[in-house]
């Protein structure tokens, strides 16, 4: 009875293929933690106008979060590069979350804070191909 439910037993393999597949994964390597090189007054201020503009408009692209922040102007931040390893940083901190959102075969990745409720009918759409590509989808009459 034991027999049957063995892995290697179900789809004809043997052990040693067993173990040889399993040893032959790598492990993921270990992260180590994101270390700001902006004094920390300055990260506060970063910091600090990202949340609110996250906390203000509701979840948010990354690209999204740029155009806002481009809009409020803040002077530390330097490029779009910069932002994203602060949100990445904010994300380690548990000061912002990461949800994903699946519109369908697309998947959308949302920066929030923890307080924000998220409504998945209401981000359901996609942006309407801002960049002027062909989404691939055939175009319906």
Request: glycine content about 4%; charged content about 25%; some cysteine.
């Amino acid at each position: 009875m034991l027999r049957n439910v063995m892995p290697w037993n179900r789809s004809n393999h043997n052990v040693s293929e067993l173990l040889m597949r399993h040893f032959a994964t790598k492990p993921k390597p270990k992260m180590k933690p994101i270390e700001l090189n902006t004094p920390p007054e300055q990260t506060q201020t970063i910091t600090r106008v990202i949340f609110d503009v996250l906390n203000e408009h509701g979840p948010l692209t990354i690209a999204e979060t740029w155009d806002r922040v481009k809009e409020v102007g803040l002077r530390g931040l330097t490029s779009k590069r910069h932002m994203k390893i602060i949100l990445r940083w904010m994300r380690e901190r548990q000061k912002l979350k990461l949800i994903c959102n699946h519109v369908g075969p697309h998947k959308q990745f949302l920066y929030t804070t923890w307080f924000t409720k998220h409504n998945p009918s209401k981000l359901s759409k996609l942006p309407e191909n801002p960049t002027g590509k062909s989404s691939g989808l055939p175009k319906l009459p």
